[in-house]
């Protein structure tokens, strides 16, 4: 039997296989611990990391503060449209508010 934290690596990679993040319509990643979250933006032909965020807390008030912040972040640098990356995690509660925070703050994905 797999463990919870197994199943998601899994439907990770899964998810990965069909996502690519290019200079035009990067990846957005996003990263959920027991004490924070983080949200990275990827250009996946480089291979590098355009800007991140982290807030530490995790519940949806925080995701709201960086869905805010990297919204903000995004449009310094010209960002419009990404790919949104959910990393495995369902898209429910936390990880559901961060992207219509996002949404409403102008990006496209």
Known sequence: MNTRSQQ??????????????????PRLSVFRSHRALSVQVIN???GETLLS????????KDARVLGE??????KEKHIKTIV???NGYRYHGVIQELADVMRQGGLKF
Request: hydrophobic share 30%.
């Open 69 to 74: 912040e990297i919204g903000k972040k995004t």
């Open 53 to 60: 965020a982290t807030v530490h807390g995790t519940t949806k």
């Open 8 to 25: 998601r690596i899994h439907r990770k990679r899964r998810i990965r296989a069909k996502l690519s993040g290019s200079a035009d319509i």
């Open 44 to 46: 996946d032909v480089k």
């Open 84 to 86: 949104f990356d959910r």
